[in-house]
């Protein structure tokens, strides 16, 4: 075999590389990343909880606060099954330097000991449904304090 063989062999040789590397790229990419891994496992344990996990908008909190809320807040409800169908409280409760804040009343509000996880910034309460903004950093002992939070919110409802 001659050195033009040889170089015609192996440069088809990388041609077939480079078209596999190429058909294999896009499922790579496709592939869910460490971080994605950890908040599908974080979503997944909140739900064996019975929390429900929701993509929406915060909740708007008076320009009285200065408060702006992180992005990409995710929330997390707990529903009282039990609660009475005329239950009209509603609260909006901001977290300022780890105090929970009645944004009506401008109050601290005392929650057995349980403040949840870092980085639950907003909570609400309305007709028996608790929700928490949290941005997802932590993990299982992060979402069991979380679940323990909307336990103290609902009983605050009461």
């Avoid at 040789?13 to 790579?28: E, K, N, Q, S, T």
């Avoid at 702006?68 to 929330?75: G, I, K």
């Avoid at 409800?77 to 977290?95: G, P, Q, S, T, Y």
């Avoid at 309305?126 to 323990?148: I, M």
Wanted: proline residues 5%; glycine residues 6%.
């Amino acid at each position: 075999m001659d050195l033009r063989c040889v170089v015609l062999v192996m440069i088809t040789y990388l041609i077939i590389i480079f078209i596999v590397a190429v058909a294999i790229a896009p499922l790579a990419s496709a592939l869910p990343s460490r971080a994605q891994r950890r908040e599908a496992h974080l979503r997944s344990y909140a739900s064996s909880l019975g929390l429900t996990i929701k993509f929406e908008p915060v909740p708007d909190v008076p320009a009285r606060f200065r408060f702006e809320p992180s992005p990409h807040l995710v929330a997390y409800r707990l529903r009282d099954a039990n609660v009475e169908k005329d239950a009209r409280k509603e609260l909006l409760l901001i977290n300022v330097g780890g105090q929970w804040i009645d944004s009506f009343t401008e109050s601290v509000v005392q929650l057995s000991g349980h403040d949840g996880p870092t980085g639950a910034e907003l909570a609400t309460v309305n007709r028996g449904v608790a929700t928490v903004f949290w941005n997802e950093r932590g993990d299982d002992d992060d979402v069991d304090r979380l679940h323990q939070l909307l336990k103290d919110l609902l009983a605050c409802e009461h």
